[in-house]
């Protein structure tokens, strides 16, 4: 067995069955000591949530780095504060004035909660019926204006409009380089449209949870890959279930 890197997403991939949870972190925190895994977690959670969801389940590991807000913050073990570098790279040709100002024409998307409005995502509810039709206008209205944005639309009604350079798959990217980590000894997890991103640009194996979203699964069916793994378990137990098939873990 060595060191490899752990990327999750949170909400109904690694959290969801509390005791599968508690079996999975059992044997990465026993990996963690005797080979230094390294353990991030990448959530479209914003601080807040993400402080919400520590409260609710305090046995989750603390984590070596933290992606938050769909990949548009990256914040460092023990810091507080965010990467200024992924910062300075996001800020190219983003302008979340005038995106929620073009969203606001728009009557099929209800503002998410102010706390999920970070300085790099802008996030509404769209119902999974008019989402087909709304998308592609919305795009085309956000170019039309010079803005380089990408739409993430995932679980049938969350929309994140994120600058083009930012999303969970560009932060992992972005870490493996600082953290100059070969691309084989890594895995990524999820469940939703906004974990496309990793699995897309990911170098190494991923593991898609038995419970995940269709849009997901659709992905998946267009874009197959031998390094990835649909799991028959739930959540966390999917995780396990995955990391034993790709031998990341012992059997
Ligand atoms: C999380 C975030 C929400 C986002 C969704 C999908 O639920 O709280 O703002 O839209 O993930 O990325
Ligand atoms: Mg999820």
């Known amino acids: 067995m060595t060191k490899f890197l752990f990327i999750t997403d949170l909400d109904n991939t690694l959290v969801g069955d509390d005791a599968a949870l508690k079996t999975l972190n059992y044997h990465l925190e026993q990996h963690r000591q ?3 895994t390294l353990i991030v977690y990448a959530t479209g959670r914003s601080p807040e949530l993400y402080q919400e969801l520590k409260t609710e389940k305090p046995f989750l590991l603390t984590p070596d780095a933290l992606l938050l807000s769909v990949g548009t913050e990256i914040y460092h073990h023990g810091q507080d504060d965010l990467d200024p570098d992924w910062v300075a790279e996001l800020s190219h040709g983003w302008d979340r004035d005038q995106v929620a100002a073009i969203a606001a024409h728009f009557a099929d998307l209800v503002p998410q ?34 803005l380089d944005i990408q739409l993430i639309y995932s679980s049938g009604k969350d929309l994140d409009i994120l600058p083009s350079r930012g999303n969970k798959g560009a932060a992992i990217a ?15 997890c999820g469940d939703s449209g906004n974990d496309i991103s990793m699995f897309a640009a990911a170098t190494g194996k991923g ?44 059997a």
């Open 174 to 188: 972005f870490l493996q380089q600082t953290w100059r980590l070969p691309g084989d000894r890594l895995v990524v």
């Open 207 to 250: 593991i898609i949870v038995g419970n995940a979203q269709p849009e997901l699964r659709e992905w998946h069916h267009a874009n197959p890959s031998p390094h990835r793994y649909v799991s028959k378990a739930h959540c966390a137990g999917g995780i396990l279930e995955g990391l034993r098939h790709f031998g990341f873990l012992e």
């Open 113 to 146: 909660s102010p706390q999920e409005q970070t300085p790099f995502k802008a996030s509404y509810h769209l119902s999974q019926e008019v989402a087909p039709m709304v998308l592609p206008q919305l795009e085309a209205s956000l170019q039309k204006q010079g």
């Open 34 to 36: 005797a080979y230094g």
